[in-house]
């Protein structure tokens, strides 16, 4: 067992059973693009690449060139396909591992074309549309100058069409179909301009993001990219999918405290009654921001304790006043499942008022992690 502090887990069972159940949903009908951006969603391409690998996934969604850069390492021969657009330094650099790039506009594909024209190689990218109305990048195809520049766009050298995209700004069924339908018209649009100035490539028209794909079957087109149902983070179809990632700390110490007492800096919480608290060695230096104290909750001994101070960099204080028994070393869950009881990241989301990703992002990459589950023993994986 670790010393650390506070760590995350990783179970490459649940990793394994979503991939498995993500392939069944969606393989033979669209092309599968798995995605591993933001290191794996902050679940580390180093634990579960290896095991995503293994399973002969066509494409994987990345953001950065370190990530490519690892996935090749890993021995991944198929298609990396970035799932933003890059700055042209980025790009330059990017050609060595065969990147295929998003294209966010007219002047970011001249920017690619430059690059492929001076590196002798063309570069396969991804047209980004605006069907949806998320409208961070991508070209409106509903404007008289957003059609022109389609057409400009498509006559520059180096660049080998293979897809036009675009992406969802909301996880709401009505609107994704509604985008669909437009993206649908747009992407034809967008086809025949290209066919017109002589793209020979297969044209992938892709949408669909997990809840996209699973909820609005239209959506799935010829592609889809699917991440959050592989860490077990969807509300579409929460039942079928496993959480992979669990946050786990240990209580430092304990101490009984009078009624009337501030708890923590601030002095922002009073103490209604005689309580029992339990310091804890995780704080805003690990990820768990200050917003959250008096709001999170975490699991001791099978049981909800509230966070009750603004977390200091290393240390948040619980109330264990109802928890009996609670002891230096007992075993603290800051994410995920404790016996009966469970943090979800509905509750990370109630007490973070953002999506659970914005959390456990960041907890992935700032604290130490380890994989568990019979995976995580294979022989195969060991190698690390
Ligand atoms: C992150 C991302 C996805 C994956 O979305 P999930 O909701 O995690 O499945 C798909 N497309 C783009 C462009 C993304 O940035």
């Known amino acids: 067992m670790t010393t650390e502090p506070v760590w995350v887990e990783v179970d490459l069972d649940a990793i394994e059973h979503n991939l498995q159940e993500i392939q069944r949903e969606f393989a033979g009908r669209s092309t599968l693009c798995i995605v591993l951006k933001a290191d794996a969603y902050g679940h580390g391409i180093d634990l579960l690449g290896p095991v ?26 198929g298609r990396l396909l970035r799932l933003r657009s890059a700055q042209p330094q980025e790009m330059q650099a990017g050609v060595h591992w065969n990147i295929e790039e998003w294209i966010g506009g007219f002047p970011h594909a001249t920017t690619a074309s430059a690059i492929a024209t001076a590196s002798g190689r063309s570069i396969p990218v991804h047209l980004s549309v605006n069907s949806t109305g998320i409208t961070r ?32 700004p909301l996880e709401d069924q009505q609107d994704i179909r509604a985008g669909t339908a437009r993206f649908v018209d747009e992407a034809e649009t967008a086809t025949s301009v290209l066919r017109e100035q002589g793209a020979t490539s297969r044209i992938d028209r892709h949408c669909a993001t997990s809840y996209a794909g699973l909820t609005v079957p239209e959506s799935r087109l010829d ?108 075993d ?53």
Request: glycine share 12%; hydrophobic share 45%.
């Open 223 to 330: 592609l889809v990219r699917i991440g959050a149902a592989l860490y077990g983070d969807t509300t579409a179809d929460p039942k079928r999918f496993r959480r992979a990632m669990t946050v786990r700390s240990r209580v430092a110490a304990v101490n009984g405290y009078s009624a009337g007492e501030t708890v923590g800096y601030e002095r922002t919480h009073v103490l209604e009654r005689d309580s029992v608290l339990a310091s804890v060695p995780v704080g805003y230096g690990d990820g768990f921001h200050r917003s959250l104290g008096g709001r999170a909750q975490v699991l001791i001994r099978g049981k909800r304790a509230p966070v009750i101070d603004l977390p200091g960099m290393n240390c948040l204080i619980i109330d264990v006043t109802e928890v009996h028994g609670v002891f230096p070393g007992d």
């Open 137 to 168: 990048e991508g070209i409106d195809v509903s404007r008289p100058a957003g059609l022109a520049e389609l057409r400009a766009l498509a006559s520059l050298p180096g660049l080998d069409v293979r897809g036009i995209a675009t992406h969802f």
């Open 52 to 77: 995503v690998i293994a399973k002969n996934i066509e494409m994987l969604g990345i953001s950065s060139n370190r990530e490519a850069a690892q996935l090749r390492a890993l021995g991944f021969t």
């Open 332 to 384: 603290v869950v800051l994410y995920g499942r404790q016996g009966g009881g469970e943090v979800t990241s509905h509750d990370l989301e109630l007490a973070n008022t953002q999506i659970a990703a914005d959390l456990y992002t960041a907890w992935g990459r700032i604290l130490p992690r380890f994989a568990v589950g019979s995976a995580a023993r294979r022989p195969a994986l060991a190698v690390r």
